[in-house]
């Protein structure tokens, strides 16, 4: 299996935006000890401080299906609930 690299962007709700900052925080020091997590970078928008931007880098794709089904991530999931306008999860493989 290959690494793979993903680009989540999540959008929040006006209101909701400082849990939701809050929440995505919690989880890039749990995140980061991971087995098979190279990178694991959130990003705020410097024009619209709802958008959230999140670079990783992983070793492979099971490495990354264990993180989606890790329980930090899933506590994240409940806690932003409703919270969200938007949220694209792009997964990437380096061609060059």
């Known amino acids: 299996m290959s690494r793979i690299t993903v680009i ?3 959008v ?5 935006q400082e849990i939701v900052r809050s929440e995505l925080l919690k989880l890039v020091s749990a995140t980061r000890k991971e087995e098979g997590c190279l990178e694991y970078t959130l990003h705020q ?3 619209n401080p ?3 931007i999140f670079y990783e880098n992983w070793k492979d ?3 990354l299906e264990k993180h989606m ?3 930090h991530f899933r506590n994240y999931v409940s806690a932003t609930d409703g919270m969200l306008d938007e949220k694209a ?3 990437l493989t380096r061609i060059e």
């Not at 929040?12 to 909701?16: C, D, H, L, M, P």
């Open 8 to 10: 989540a962007r999540i």
């Open 12 to 16: 929040a709700k006006q209101k909701s």
């Open 45 to 47: 928008d410097n024009d």
């Open 50 to 52: 709802l958008v959230f």
């Open 61 to 63: 794709e099971s490495c």
């Open 69 to 71: 089904n890790s329980e």
């Open 89 to 91: 999860v792009n997964k």
